[in-house]
Structure formats: C-alpha cells, structure tokens
C-alpha cells in the first residue's frame, strides 16, 4: 500500500502540535500546584480539578480549536497549553462551584 507523504507528514504535525500542547499544560499545571490526582475519595464523584483531569482534555481541545482558527503554529500550540492549565486551575472562580 502506498501512502501519500504529505498525508504522513500533516498527520505527524499534528501529533507534535497536541503533544506539545499535552506536556506544556502538564508542566504548567505543576507550576501552578495543581494535584495529580483529585483528594476527595471517591475520586470518580470528585469535582476538584487536579493534573490528569480535566487539564490535558482542555489543552487539546484549546489546541484543536486554535489549529482549525489559526493554523499550525508551534507557538500555539504552548499557548493552549497554558490556557489549559489555567483554565483547570481557576475554573471554580470563573464558573462557580458546582
């Protein structure tokens, strides 16, 4: 089976694009000292944001928003990422608590 290159090469940009946006968002949240993992028990009834969730779904989905707007731009891509960790960090202040 033949592939098309540029098909490959478009494809592996946006891998780096979303991973890119992934990790800056990860080291951000870090930053910001968000939790890794939610401390009220159970952790699946928990609404306390922590570094796993909902910080890396929102930098990708800032990501994709920005790539569709704006194109591929590295540079983006960090910026969603710490839209992203923003956002899970003061989401409580800016939407109230649930």
């Known amino acids: 089976m ?19 946006a992934l990790i800056t968002s990860v080291i951000v949240a870090l930053v910001l000292k968000l939790p890794i993992i939610p401390k009220e028990k159970p952790i ?25 707007l704006f ?5 983006l891509a ?3 990422g710490l839209f992203g960790a923003l956002l899970s960090k003061y989401a409580d202040k800016l939407f109230g608590e649930p």
């Open 78 to 80: 960090f910026f969603a």
């Open 44 to 68: 699946r009834f928990s609404f306390e944001t922590s570094i796993i969730f909902p910080t890396p779904i929102l930098a990708l989905g800032i990501e994709a928003i920005f790539r569709n």
């Open 71 to 75: 194109g591929d731009y590295i540079s």
């Open 2 to 20: 033949v592939y098309n290159n540029s098909l490959l090469v478009r494809v592996m940009d946006i891998i780096i694009l979303y991973l890119i």
